[in-house]
């Protein structure tokens, strides 16, 4: 079982959170309510992305 799994099975709700691997590298976690979305890094809990209805409010440019 990979650290993700782990994770998933431990963490996870149907309702809004789940753990996945970033584009950017390392673990991060989907957080999910009603119309928002924000992806949040493990290490460090960086906030990545923040969505409302698909609109990017707050984001980290890969570059960065």
Known sequence: ???LQRLNTRFARA???AF???PLGGP???LTHGRQQALVALHGAH???WTVDG???L???PVA
């Open 1 to 3: 079982m990979t650290d």
């Open 55 to 57: 609109e990017g409010l």
């Open 28 to 30: 991060v976690v989907r």
């Open 20 to 22: 996945e691997a970033s």
């Open 15 to 17: 309702d809004g959170i």
């Open 47 to 49: 906030v990545l992305n």
């Open 59 to 61: 984001w980290l440019s």
